[in-house]
């Protein structure tokens, strides 16, 4: 089993730079592909960016394409979400996954927040 601990979310301006951070517990972190969700007020989960298992393989959502870089350091057992060119659209709590293909985990949650 993996548990996922998100940080590094907060307040920041239109235009600004977040690094968000996701732990995983467990020796099995670099079997999992990982992903990094938002959701926000109102609105449905959405997918946002993801990454195999060995980093090769990235993908992103289009409103977020250009502005975020999603990478991962197995031997630090960590994903980042680097989230640049910031906009209010952006503010939604971002939540990280794991999977394994059969098994998923989901971490708890980090609220970014995007004024105008």
């Known amino acids: 089993q993996v548990q996922l601990v998100e940080s590094g979310g907060g307040l920041v301006q239109a235009g600004g730079s977040l690094r968000l951070s996701c732990a995983a517990s467990?020796?099995?972190?670099?079997?999992?592909?990982m992903d990094w969700f938002r959701q926000a007020p109102g609105k449905d989960r959405e997918i946002v960016a993801t990454i195999s298992w060995s980093g090769a393989r990235t993908t992103y959502a289009d409103s977020v394409k250009g502005r975020f870089t999603i990478s991962r350091d197995n031997a630090k057992n960590t994903v980042y979400l680097q989230m640049n060119s910031l906009q209010p659209e952006d503010t939604a709590v971002y939540y990280c996954?794991?999977?394994?293909?059969?098994?998923?985990?989901w971490g708890q949650g980090t609220q970014v927040t995007v004024s105008s």
């Open positions: 996954r794991g999977t394994d293909g059969v098994n998923r985990y």
């Open positions: 467990g020796r099995t972190f670099s079997k999992y592909a």
